[in-house]
């Protein structure tokens, strides 16, 4: 176990570029429709709109108003010029058209032309996405699309309104009491029309606050709200409410297009409010779970091209992928390469079960191989029949679950026959596992064909190691040694059986390495290993299970708990007091843990106490910034699933010897800014060896 990953010069500039455009704790960006950079150049397939590449061959969409062009018969694809008919009614003459696309896919421009085909008014920006609003007379008009013709895919949405200052058709909704009720992933626009309203677009009339109940389920915490609205019209944005009322989070961007992601602490109901400059602004509004970059990958005729990605995690591509529903990937086998092997990882949990296949056409869609473990790890080492295209398909529980997948053609035997892991037949060239515990060989299965070294790291207060050597014996005797980071033995496997077992009390943490070794028969082999506590003793800050036993921290600004007294012990609630003597400032707070081992979470409470703030991200760190209007007694404190799980913690004063924090056992840099008046917190972590 260790807590760290190792990031490079490089890496370090680019968080520290990246740095001027952050905000805690919101996760914002465009939605661009992804096209894969490394897939072979070919052109992109045209829509199911086709043929409409004049105006006498229109598209006619006069009875898809309301409607984005995906429910419809799927997302534009300009290839060509797409030409699609409206029309106007009498008291309905108010033209509103949103046009969404990636820019950096390619620029699409918008007309909105006359019976003859001239030209009323156009969209021609140099950016994401257009925006029209006019006013026609009724009768029939032309929605003209045009731009480079490089396969940009585009979705739009139109609605006729009736002239002058209107409010929509989910009033009255302008408080808690009278909120409109929305469904999980779907826009607003598509309930109103699904309900029969005449017109959808959200608020028309942007004149008062408009209140929308939504609800979180289960496995689902993490959610999504998008939010349209051209802010040449006058900004809209919305803020978060939990079931009493209380405020949660907010987005004020000026955005034409925003995408929120959130991670709700619990499920239950919860409010979002949106306010503006209360001048006829529109908006459409979308509430949904919040899937990976890969989507629309549901069948393998939308799969994802991981080909271009070959021994690639896929959390390098674009993220982590998330297994809400079926996910496909396509990938191609080169000629002479026809052993394939996927290795899945994720935390497994109840109710949160994810399998993998991998299918091929023959006649048919047919199964080469699956994994159905309940437990973190899926892999399938298989050969394949021929080269070619196959498909790896991720399923599961479909509940929001975040998984990593990683994929490899290789050649099946003969010369060069030998694992990814290579050179490691020595002590200094040991391939490095030490993040990888509680998880099998990562970068497919190891070959012993010679001596193979593995590096591991024991975690402080993790002193047993445990390690698991499978193979077949009849293939190939393997056996294993654990030795110090001197090279000095600690203990062997040697048995003259299938698979080796290694579970012992280590003198102390740090560095030690995995010797592998055998009758250099290249028989295969996959390796496991963790550290995990000896013993269950809590820390030596206990009894400090509620507020009213918390362990004090007030002459311990800026310095570790491990630095106090030890680390501190996730077994049960853990909380700690400080006294903050001035009345204005901004409080940071750092909790630095493996999630692997355990999730830990953070709360900061005042008087009574009061929870203030959460941090809850399932990752190896929590960060909470706040801040302090009052002078008193502030409360930390630290949850999770009670498994035993070391962590450290320490509180600061931003303006206080800010920019480095020395963590024992780790180079840790932390970058502590205010980028318009916002706080801004960059980490970057370095295991020492």
Partial sequence: MKYKKSFGLEVFLLFLLLSLFCISFLSIRYNKQHINENKPLISQPDDFYEENDFKSMNYSLSYDNGRWLRYVNGKGVQNDDDWFQITILPGYERLIIFLIFSHDDGNINIEVCDITGSTIIGGYSTTDNEFINCTLFPGDYCIRIHGPNMGTFYDLIWERLPTGPIDDYYEFNDDFTSAFYIWQNEWLSFIGKSNGEPFVLGCLDQSDDDFYEIYINYGHERSVIE??????????????????????????????????????????????????????????????????????NDYEYDAYYL????????????????????????????????????????????????????????????????????????????????????????????????????????????????????????????????????????????????????????????????????????????????????????????????????????????????????????????????????????????????????????????????????????????????????????????????????????ELHGSGPTMLIRSSTFRDHEIITYEIQTNGTYYLRVYGSNKGNVYDLIWHFEGEDEGYWEIPGYDVLILIGSVFGISTIIIITRKKK
Avoid: C
């Fill in 307 to 602: 080909s271009s990605y070959a021994a690639s995690w896929l959390s390098s591509i674009e993220g982590m992928g998330i297994q809400s529903d079926d996910d496909w990937y396509e990938v191609y086998l080169d000629p002479g390469e026809l052993r394939i092997y996927a290795q899945l990882t994720y935390i497994h949990e109840p109710g949160k079960n994810i399998d993998m296949e991998i299918w091929y056409y023959d006649y048919g869609f047919t199964l080469l191989a699956g994994s159905y473990d309940q437990d973190n790890d899926e892999h399938i080492d298989e050969i394949a029949p021929w080269s070619g295209t196959y498909y790896i398909k991720i399923f599961g529980d479909n509940a929001g679950n975040e998984y990593d997948l990683w994929w490899e053609d290789r050649i099946s035997h003969g010369p060069g026959y030998d694992d990814n892991y290579e050179m490691n037949n020595y002590p200094d060239s040991a391939y490095d596992i030490g993040e990888d515990e509680q998880s099998w060989l990562r970068h497919g299965l190891g070959i012993q064909a010679d001596e193979d070294w593995f590096m591991i790291y024991m975690t402080p207060g993790f002193d047993r190691l445990i390690v698991n050597l499978t193979f077949h014996h009849s293939e190939g005797d393997i056996d294993i040694e654990v030795r110090d980071k001197e090279n000095n033995l600690i203990i062997e496997g040697l048995s003259a059986s299938d698979n080796e077992y290694i579970n012992v009390i280590l003198p102390s943490y740090g560095r030690y390495y995995l010797k592998i070794f055998g009758d250099d028969a290249g028989n295969e082999y996959d390796l496991w290993w963790d550290d995990v506590r000896s013993t269950e003793a809590d820390d030596r800050y206990e009894p400090n299970d509620n507020y009213g036993s918390a362990f004090s921290l007030s002459e311990y600004k800026n310095t570790w708990l491990s630095e106090i007294d030890g680390y501190g012990v996730n077994l049960n609630d853990d909380w700690y007091e400080f006294y903050v003597k001035f009345d204005s400032a901004t409080l940071v707070v750092f909790l630095n843990y493996s999630f692997r081992e355990g999730s830990i979470f953070l």
């Fill in 227 to 296: 939010l349209i609205s051209p802010n040449m019209l006058g900004d809209v944005d919305f803020e978060i409410y939990n079931a009493s009322y209380d405020f949660v989070t907010a987005s004020y961007i000026n955005m034409e297009h925003e995408i929120f992601v959130f991670t709700f602490s619990s499920t239950g109901p919860y409010y979002i409010r949106v306010f503006g400059d209360n001048d006829n602004s529109v908006y459409d509004l979308y509430f949904g779970f919040y899937d990976d970059a890969y989507e629309e």
